[in-house]
């Protein structure tokens, strides 16, 4: 009769398949998971790793051959593995850690090597090999030291609940009013406002929600006098802060209430403070086209590498660079 015959390979493959599932589930108290044959290209099973009673999403992947064949000697201490240069290219990429272990189905005992590069030989140009030490035995004695080859585990959920809430939060307002102190200005220091963009800027939601809905307020200098503009230390905080704070300018305020992006381009007009002119009870300044093109380009490069970086498309950088010269200019542009 003709059938599908199954030959002792399968079955040394299969009860070393079963030996090594026994001892991870009963001794290390971890899943063994079989990868399926047609997805087979050098792993064979998963150890997905538990710890007291609970599935870490920590796993380990296994080469897994069994039978007195693949039992040879290196010498007293080591077993003798051999393996195809292309499965050894494919171990050594994966991001989890990858065993070989060989089954003594005889002696229902597993041997066990993590693959790493100093542990291997070159044998030719398709094979190499790597000894297997007949002391390294999948049992509970090896527990913790096959748990160094997993990253230790992090309860993330306790640990963001903070920062989701803090989100909720953000999502909650409709603008954003940052407020930097004169110590921060003093000693340039951009670290409360860098992390805060950064931080709406991680989110797709909060990024979205307050582009051009960011406003900064400079405080500390109400005894002063002068305009802030004048101020020497606050025109050179404002003058870096595209520097430091990348992407500000997708989300600052550009319409008639704006502060801080009219700031800005005051700070970066030379000698504003002695070529203002006063009318009464208001005052006018004066400068030159290049000096708004100068302004206008620093702002264009911010905004349009921040929109790129995060594929935010030309249509909403065109549409917050026509907000922003129309801000500055006080007239109607169509790009």
């Not at 700031?263 to 005052?283: C, D, K």
């Not at 970086?309 to 909403?316: N, S, T, W």
Request: with cysteine; net charge negative; hydrophobic share 35%.
């Amino acid at each position: 009769m003709d059938y599908p015959q199954y030959i002792q390979s399968n079955r040394t493959a299969r009860l070393g398949l079963n030996i090594l599932t026994d001892v991870v589930e009963r001794e290390l108290g971890w899943i063994v998971r079989p990868n399926h044959q047609e997805n087979d290209w050098g792993i064979d099973v998963y150890f997905d790793v538990v710890s007291d009673g609970f599935v870490t999403g920590k796993s380990i992947a296994v080469q897994l051959k069994s039978g007195n064949s693949y039992l040879r000697e290196m010498d007293r201490d080591f077993w003798c593995f051999t393996g195809e240069r292309k499965h050894l290219n494919y171990y050594l990429n994966h991001d989890i850690p990858v065993l070989v272990v060989l089954v003594d189905v005889d002696h229902e005992i597993a041997y066990w090597e993590a693959c790493k590069v100093e542990y291997i030989s070159s044998i030719n140009d398709t094979s190499w090999s790597m000894p297997i030490p007949k002391r390294q035995q999948v049992n509970g004695t090896q527990k913790e030291e096959l748990v160094k080859y997993v990253s230790k585990n992090i309860d993330y959920v306790s640990h963001f609940e903070a920062y989701w809430a803090g989100n909720a939060i953000l999502s909650d307002g409709d603008f954003a009013f940052i407020v930097s102190g004169k110590e921060e200005i003093q000693k340039k220091n951009y670290t409360p406002l860098a992390d805060l963009i950064r931080r709406i800027s991680s989110n797709k939601i909060l990024l979205s929600h307050y582009r051009e809905r960011v406003e900064i307020s400079i405080h500390g200098y109400e005894d002063d006098n002068r305009e802030l503009y004048e101020i020497e230390e606050v025109q050179s905080w404002v003058k870096d802060v595209f520097f430091h704070v990348p992407g500000l300018s997708y989300f600052l305020i550009n319409n008639d209430q704006s502060h801080f992006l009219k700031l800005f381009f005051l700070s970066n007009i030379p000698n504003a403070a002695t070529v203002r002119i006063q009318r009464g009870e208001r005052y006018f300044i004066s400068y030159s086209s290049e000096t708004i093109c100068k302004v206008l380009e620093i702002l264009f490069h911010d905004l349009n590498s921040f929109t790129r970086r995060k594929g935010l498309g030309e249509e909403i950088a065109c549409e917050i660079s026509k907000h922003m010269a129309e801000c500055l200019t006080g007239k109607s542009i169509e790009f």
